[in-house]
Each structure stands twice: as C-alpha cells, then as structure tokens.
C-alpha cells in the first residue's frame, strides 16, 4: 500500500516529536560556565565566614537563606566554618542569583516529499545553524538549510516549532571582614529549558564549588550530574 507524501510527512513528525519528548522527560546533566578569580584566599584552616545577600531585599528571605546554607556547606567542607552568633567573622561571603525573562528559539524541518531532505537517511539535506535577520535583529534558527525552508518547496511542506531558553546566573565574592579586600569573586552562568531558581541555584552553586577555588582567571564548564546519578 502505497502512503502519500502528507501522511509519511505526518508519520516523520510524529517520529520527531514523540523523540523529543522523550529527551525532554529525561533527566539531563546541568552545564555551567564557570570564572574564578583569587589571588589572596587564605588556605583554609577554620576561618569563620558570614554569608550576606548582594540584594539587601533578599537578606533574611527563607529562599535565599536555603541557598546560603547550600554556600555554607560547600565552604565548610573545603575548611572554613560559619561564624558563630555574635562572632566576628574573618570573611564576607556575598552572593546574587538570578534568571531572565527568557528568548525564544526556533526549530525547523523540512517535510517529505522534499528533494533535498536529509532526515531518516533520505537525500542529501544541509543540516546546520541558519542566521535569520528579521525586524527585531538577529535570530537564530537551528534548521535545514536549504532553499525549500521557511514555505518553499512542493506547497511549503516545513514544520516550525520554538521552545524558550532561559539564562540564569550567580555571582560569589568573599572579602576579608576587616579591611574588605576582596579575596575571591567567581560567577557561574547556564541556560536550561525552565525557569525554576529552587532546581537551578543549587546546580549553580554545586558549578561554582567543584575543584573550589579553582584557577585564577580561568573559565570551565561544570557539569553537574542529574541528583538520581549522583
């Protein structure tokens, strides 16, 4: 039995979407880029810290003290402790965190039927980063790039979709109390398909203090295991 080509167009979309969300119902491994900058971060032999918030409306927020007391865990383990009530601390530890409003990215294919189609093992398409301008700048579309995109080709036989990319970041500095040298600054930055500060902080934060205090100047990628492989 012979399907025509806007049923093998439907079943190829089906295929492609049923994988897609597949990947996205699995956990995946968080990545951040990671900068660390010290020149004079005393080693740790059980220096007191304190831990403040760089938004004075944060400090005292049950959210942002959950994630200090994920910061204070991390310092702890490499050596330091926190300061005890009414202590002077030795450091101020300050951190900010944060995410964007998010940017939409497009996603497009080709359907069947289309002679330059490189999907499934047919053809020979070019599958590759395409630079769209339009009216508001740049875009990029991660597609095919071939002369039947974007409504070309046997009737325009493209299926377009988009998902939003979400920007989030935290910044850590940590100065001598009494002189307010800064010792330490780092910052941690990834993108992820949601917004959510309660399963991204920690991620960040996890980013930041692997191989703590790092290279000075140097910029990594961390990446931090789902919590069911950890």
């Not at 990319?165 to 109390?177: E, K, W």
């Not at 941690?188 to 191989?211: C, K």
């Amino acid at each position: 039995m012979k399907m025509s080509k806007m049923n093998l167009r439907r079943l190829g979309l089906a295929a492609m979407t049923g994988a897609a969300l597949a990947l996205a119902g699995c956990a995946t491994p968080f990545k951040a880029d990671v900068a660390r900058f010290q020149t004079q971060l005393p080693a740790p032999q059980g220096q007191s810290f304190a831990i403040e918030s760089n938004d004075p409306t944060l400090q005292g927020g049950i959210e942002f003290g959950q994630y200090a007391s994920l910061v204070a865990g991390e310092l702890t383990r490499y050596g330091y402790r926190p300061a005890a009530p009414g202590e002077r601390p030795d450091m101020l530890v300050r951190m900010d965190y944060g995410v964007d409003k998010g940017r939409e990215r497009v996603v497009s294919s080709p359907g069947f039927g289309d002679p330059w189609y490189g999907g499934y093992g047919y053809g020979r398409g070019f599958y590759r980063p395409v630079i769209v301008r339009g009216p508001r700048g740049r875009r990029y579309v991660y597609g095919w790039s071939d002369p039947f995109m974007w409504g070309g080709g046997f009737g325009g036989y493209n299926d377009v979709s988009s998902y939003t990319v979400y920007t989030s970041g935290m910044q850590l500095q940590i100065n001598r109390a009494t002189d307010g040298t800064r010792l330490f600054e780092g910052r941690a930055e990834a993108q992820s398909r949601d917004n959510d500060l309660q399963q991204i902080v920690p991620n960040l934060i996890e980013a930041m203090f692997t191989n703590f205090p790092g290279n000075s100047g140097e910029r990594v990628q961390i990446t931090v295991a789902p919590p069911e492989k950890r």
